[in-house]
Structures are given as structure tokens and as C-alpha cells.
């Protein structure tokens, strides 16, 4: 044994150098051998939670994305049925339309869609008319023909002619009464203006009137004192009740 031991030992001192190179080759490939295995179990382990992390936050992103696409349809259909629901309400429509009726409308519905739906004749005047207009419940809405506003420019001719006429027989009424003095509301002064009554007559009348009221006829001045039945006859034609 002793001898091997020369023997190696010899090999050893010969071949030293390049045995000690070898070793440390030996332990430079073991060492960067194990770092390239502890390298690459990082990676994997590093990279496994980044895949289940973009895949969570992709599905994330995909349920958001259709939950907001619920909601906007949601409220979509909520308006649509808002809007087409309304309240119903009654509007008769007459004048130059081929079905004049009562129709049921909506609440939002325009003179427009009524005029549609009654169907306008061929001498209909939409110029007088405001097709936007909102409807309203229980309303009337007429639809004049062309010419129907130089009739009631003529109507209105007419009636003013009348009026005028009216207005005259009036003021000729007025002045003729306005002749006559009202024994009710004369003064004094104004019942001395008559002929044939003086400051006793006139303020027996006043008197009397302030007594038992108004006078109810002319006639019931007899019943003053100094007004006789000729008194009377003379002073009746100037006064009135």
C-alpha cells in the first residue's frame, strides 16, 4: 500500500498542475450547473402567477365590460318603455279633415301625429295651424280651409256693422233720457231747473224721497205735498225714475 501511495504521489507531483485545472474545472461546471437549475425554478416560478394574473385580469375586464353592457341595455329599455308609455288623453279634432272624431293620444304625441291619423283634405289650411303643438287632454283642435279666413273677416264686419248700429240707437236712447231728469238722484238744484217746481216743491221732494225711499213712477209724486194733479201733467215730461 505504501508503494501505491509513492506511486500516486509521484503521478501527482508530475501531473499536478494539470490535475488541479481539471478539479477546478470540475467545480466551475458543478457550480454554474446548479445556478442554471435554480435560475430556470425562479423563472417558472415567477412566470406561473403572471399567466394567472393576465388571464384573471382579462376576465375581469370581459365581465366589466358586459356588465355595462347589461346596464346601458337596461336603461335602453327602460326609456324606450318610459317614452312609449305615456298617458292616454282625448283630443277631438274638426274643421278639413277626411275623419273628423275624437282620437286617443298620448300625452307626447304632437297636433302632427293627431292630423295624420284624421287625414287632411285637399283645401286644408295647415298655415293657421302649429303642428308642434303638444296635445292636450280634452282640447279641440280645429283645421280651417282655405277662404275660411275672409268669411270671418266678413263676420267680423258684420257683427262690428251691427254693434255700431247698436252703439247708436244706444246713444240716441241716452240722450233722449238724458233730457230728463231722474227724481231719484236730483239735487235740489237740479229739480229748480224744472219748470213749475220751486224751493218748497223741491225740497218736499228730496224730503220725501229721504222718508220712504226711491219714487217708483213719476206718478208717485202726488203723494208729495203741493203736487197736484195739474203740478203733475206739467213737471212728468221733464222727469224720470
Known amino acids: 500500500?505504501?508503494?501505491?501511495?509513492?506511486?500516486?504521489?509521484?503521478?501527482?507531483?508530475?501531473?499536478?498542475?494539470?490535475?488541479?485545472?481539471?478539479?477546478?474545472?470540475?467545480?466551475?461546471?458543478?457550480?454554474?450547473?446548479?445556478?442554471?437549475?435554480?435560475?430556470?425554478?425562479?423563472?417558472?416560478?415567477?412566470?406561473?402567477?403572471?399567466?394567472?394574473?393576465?388571464?384573471?385580469?382579462?376576465?375581469?375586464?370581459?365581465?366589466?365590460?358586459?356588465?355595462?353592457?347589461?346596464?346601458?341595455?337596461?336603461?335602453?329599455?327602460?326609456?324606450?318603455?318610459?317614452?312609449?308609455?305615456?298617458?292616454?288623453?282625448?283630443?277631438?279634432?274638426?274643421?278639413?279633415?277626411?275623419?273628423?272624431d275624437i282620437y286617443k293620444m298620448k300625452d307626447t304625441d304632437r297636433v302632427k301625429q293627431l292630423v295624420d291619423k284624421a287625414i287632411l283634405l285637399k283645401d286644408a289650411d295647415l298655415s293657421k295651424v302649429n303642428l308642434a303643438e303638444k296635445l292636450q287632454d280634452q282640447k279641440v283642435i280645429y283645421i280651417p280651409k282655405i277662404g275660411d279666413a275672409d268669411q270671418e273677416n266678413l263676420k267680423a264686419h258684420d257683427f262690428s256693422t251691427k254693434n255700431n248700429h247698436v252703439d247708436k240707437s244706444e246713444n240716441d236712447n241716452h240722450i233722449t233720457n238724458s233730457e230728463k231728469i231722474n227724481v231719484n238722484h236730483a239735487t235740489e238744484a237740479q229739480l229748480l231747473t224744472i219748470n213749475g217746481i220751486g224751493p218748497s216743491k223741491a225740497k218736499a221732494i228730496i224730503e220725501y224721497r229721504e222718508q220712504h225711499g226711491a219714487f217708483e213712477s213719476v206718478e208717485q209724486l202726488k203723494d208729495v205735498n203741493g203736487i197736484g194733479a195739474k203740478t203733475l201733467e206739467k213737471i212728468s215730461e221733464k222727469l224720470t225714475v
Open 1 to 100: 500500500m505504501r508503494l501505491d501511495w509513492t506511486k500516486w504521489k509521484i503521478i501527482y507531483e508530475k501531473y499536478r498542475i494539470v490535475i488541479m485545472f481539471g478539479c477546478t474545472l470540475m467545480v466551475l461546471f458543478i457550480i454554474f450547473c446548479c445556478y442554471q437549475t435554480f435560475h430556470l425554478n425562479n423563472e417558472d416560478d415567477y412566470s406561473q402567477p403572471n399567466l394567472n394574473t393576465d388571464k384573471d385580469s382579462s376576465l375581469i375586464n370581459e365581465q366589466s365590460t358586459n356588465n355595462k353592457t347589461k346596464q346601458n341595455n337596461k336603461e335602453n329599455i327602460t326609456s324606450e318603455k318610459s317614452e312609449n308609455k305615456g298617458s292616454c288623453i282625448f283630443v277631438d279634432i274638426k274643421g278639413a279633415v277626411q275623419h273628423p
